[in-house]
Nanobody, 123 residues
Framework: QVQLVESGGGLVQAEGSLRLSCAAS????????AAWFRQTPGKEREFVAC????????NYADSVKGRFTISRVDAENTVYLQMTSLTPEDTAVYYC????????????????WGQGTQVTVSP
């Protein structure tokens, strides 16, 4: 069973950068699609980005396109989310997710989730 643990969140000023990491246990992780979602209090969890099992395909929410980059290093069993030009609207708990047979932005198709990491962007 693959388990996911996020890290790298914190407090950053607007226009700053952060890199989130999602470390996976289990050798099968390289065969999973991986994704990042985020959630703010009182709102639905929203899709941020996903990357295919091969790393050959990526997809981004319009709100982060051109600012965030998702990548994976299967030798490290880790998925990254590089975030640049951050704004206060990016403040949220960021979750890593993985899906065995799905690629896309539908939250409920992802069956593995991390515990989340808080990202706070100050004005």
């Amino acid at each position: 069973q693959v388990q996911l643990v996020e890290s790298g969140g914190g407090l950053v000023q607007a226009e700053g950068s952060l890199r989130l990491s999602c470390a996976a246990s289990g050798r099968a992780f390289s065969t999973y699609t991986a994704a990042w979602f985020r959630q703010t209090p009182g709102k639905e969890r929203e899709f941020v980005a996903c990357i295919s099992w091969s790393g050959g395909m990526t997809n981004y929410a319009d709100s982060v396109k051109g600012r965030f980059t998702i990548s994976r290093v299967d030798a490290e069993n880790t998925v990254y989310l590089q975030m640049t030009s951050l704004t206060p609207e990016d403040t949220a708990v960021y979750y890593c997710a993985a899906a065995r047979t799905y690629y896309g932005d539908y939250e409920h198709a992802y069956d593995l989730w991390g515990q989340g990491t808080q990202v706070t962007v100050s004005p």
